[in-house]
């Protein structure tokens, strides 16, 4: 089955640098990857998706690479704020099933 | 669009009594919801599928006897965690699917469930 592993774990950075986090899966046959932001407390929140038929998407300030030749994607934050600080999860799934298989997580703390 | 509520948000029980959690779409039709278990600190761990209509899919290690799940219409799912123990104590979020969109879930705020 599927396997996502997740880089780091966590992750501080000063206000206005960037963050990335990645994430390789192991199926090949994966071909859709959300990354979901959880605050502490709440439900995952879905910030950005990425299918394999593109190799980038970017909204506003949020950015997902997909390589799908090393098998691996990545959650790009620029000019990170405060409230950007939580846990976020990437994910991997197959269109046709219905699962979602999630990455163990990155904490990420932006100090002022 | 594509907000998904649960009710309640935490709740207290005695160990062996049975709580039920409900997972509602409030602006779409979600064929299939997804129940998960969160630890402290962990990633979600996927409990059972549950699609509009018929029996849900438990994953291995969940006791379909002891997580009772019933997805009775396109906007409803209820997660019935039946003589509860404390080692249930968790944080329970659910999922939902629009009927168009066969891939992305969203999720719900989460139910804080707390057994003594």
């Known amino acids: 089955g599927e396997n996502v592993e997740q880089h780091p774990s966590t992750l501080s950075v000063q206000e206005g640098d960037s963050a990335v986090i990645k994430c390789t899966y192991s199926?090949?046959?994966?071909?859709?990857f959300p990354w979901y932001k959880q605050e502490l407390g709440k439900g995952p929140q879905l910030i950005i998706d990425?299918?394999?038929?593109?190799g980038e998407k970017k909204d506003q300030r949020i950015a997902v690479t997909l390589n799908k030749t090393a098998k691996h994607f990545s959650l790009h934050i620029t000019e990170t704020q405060p409230e950007d600080s939580a846990v976020y999860f990437c994910a991997a799934s197959m269109t046709g099933f219905q699962k979602l298989v999630f990455g163990t997580g990155t904490r990420l703390l932006v100090s002022p | 669009g594509a907000v998904v509520s649960q009710h309640p948000s935490w709740v207290i029980c005695k160990s062996g009594t049975s709580v039920k959690i409900e997972c509602r779409s409030l602006d779409f039709q979600a064929t299939t919801m997804f129940w998960y278990r969160q630890f402290p600190k962990q990633s979600l761990m996927l409990m059972a599928t549950?699609?509009?209509?018929?029996?849900?899919?438990?994953e291995q290690g969940v006791e379909k006897d002891k997580f009772l799940i019933n997805h009775a219409s396109l906007t409803l799912s209820t997660l019935t965690v039946t003589s509860a123990h404390p080692e249930d104590s968790s944080f329970y979020i659910c999922?939902?699917?629009?009927?168009?969109?066969?891939?992305?879930?969203?999720f719900g705020p989460g139910t804080r469930l707390l057994v003594l």
């Open positions: 549950s699609n509009e209509g018929s029996k849900a899919t438990y």
């Open positions: 999922s939902a699917r629009r009927l168009a969109d066969q891939e992305t879930q969203y």
């Open positions: 990425i299918r394999s038929n593109v």
């Open positions: 199926d090949s046959a994966s071909n859709y």
